[in-house]
């Protein structure tokens, strides 16, 4: 009976986690324990251990034991997300220059290419996830297990301002530009990677989240004000 209490807790964090990132609840909105329990079809119990666990994730913030209130996308938290994300990242970066097995590096690399005669693969989707695998594939590799650990706990936040991120800017009349320059920015981290320079792996991926977190701000609209 515990395991299965347990798979049950365990499975209403994911689905929780998953329809905040995917933006089923909007920002800001104040939702209580009895519509998250009907929603996931459980009832209150598991809804408040998730809540707790979501909370830690950077997606609520929890009222009175009542319920939670989605947390907004303002420019406030989307510079504070990403702030510590551009340490971390560069970070493991740096470590990885010198640990990265090159068929890691030459693998994400030949994707990478893959989309440079292709403007339309470097604004899709497929661009979004090898982006998210890259960035996973150098923190595995830097060889600290807390940088490895605060990544981690980072990157479910991280993913929710990505995600509005890139929906943002490829609504815009520069996503051409802006998704061709990811791509470059992709390649220059995996060139650094590949000539072992961790100080150009560092600075390539720092560069990456801030002007990530520039074109978010340029083309936000309200209600993420």
């Given at each position: 009976?515990?395991?299965?209490?347990?798979?049950?807790?365990?499975?209403?964090?994911?689905?929780?986690?998953?329809?905040?990132?995917?933006?089923?609840?909007?920002?800001?909105?104040?939702?209580q324990?009895?519509?998250?329990?009907?929603?996931?079809?459980?009832?209150?119990?598991?809804v408040?251990?998730?809540?707790?666990?979501?909370?830690?994730?950077?997606?609520?913030?929890?009222?009175?034991?009542?319920?939670?209130i989605?947390r907004?996308?303002?420019?406030?938290?989307?510079?504070?997300?990403?702030?510590?994300?551009?340490?971390?990242?560069?970070?493991a970066?740096?470590?990885?220059?010198?640990?990265?097995?090159?068929?890691?590096?030459?693998?994400?690399k030949?994707k990478?290419?893959?989309?440079l005669?292709?403007?339309?693969?470097?604004?899709?989707?497929?661009?979004?996830?090898?982006?998210?695998?890259?960035?996973?594939?150098?923190?595995?590799?830097?060889?600290?297990?807390v940088?490895?650990?605060?990544?981690?706990?980072?990157?479910?936040?991280?993913?929710?301002?990505?995600?509005?991120?890139?929906?943002?800017?490829?609504n815009?009349?520069?996503?051409?530009?802006?998704?061709?320059?990811?791509?470059?920015?992709?390649?220059?981290?995996?060139?650094?990677?590949?000539?072992?320079?961790?100080?150009?792996?560092?600075?390539a991926?720092?560069?990456?989240?801030?002007?990530?977190?520039?074109?978010?701000?340029?083309?936000?609209?309200?209600?993420?004000?």
């Amino acid at each position: 009976m515990k395991n299965k209490y347990g798979a049950v807790r365990m499975d209403a964090y994911e689905r929780l986690k998953k329809a905040i990132i995917e933006g089923d609840y909007a920002p800001g909105e104040l939702v209580q324990i009895s519509e998250f329990a009907r929603d996931l079809g459980v009832s209150r119990t598991p809804v408040k251990e998730a809540l707790s666990s979501v909370e830690r994730d950077f997606l609520v913030d929890l009222i009175d034991g009542r319920g939670a209130i989605i947390r907004p996308l303002n420019v406030d938290e989307i510079r504070n997300i990403n702030q510590l994300r551009e340490v971390v990242d560069g970070l493991a970066a740096r470590l990885s220059a010198k640990l990265m097995p090159n068929s890691h590096i030459a693998e994400l690399k030949e994707k990478f290419e893959s989309m440079l005669n292709d403007p339309e693969a470097a604004g899709s989707e497929v661009h979004s996830q090898l982006s998210h695998k890259l960035h996973k594939a150098i923190t595995d590799s830097c060889g600290n297990w807390v940088v490895q650990a605060q990544w981690r706990h980072l990157d479910t936040a991280f993913s929710r301002l990505k995600k509005k991120g890139w929906e943002v800017w490829r609504n815009s009349e520069e996503k051409k530009e802006i998704s061709l320059r990811r791509l470059n920015e992709h390649l220059e981290i995996l060139d650094a990677l590949e000539k072992r320079d961790p100080e150009r792996a560092e600075q390539a991926a720092r560069t990456h989240i801030i002007r990530a977190t520039e074109d978010f701000l340029k083309f936000m609209d309200s209600p993420y004000q």
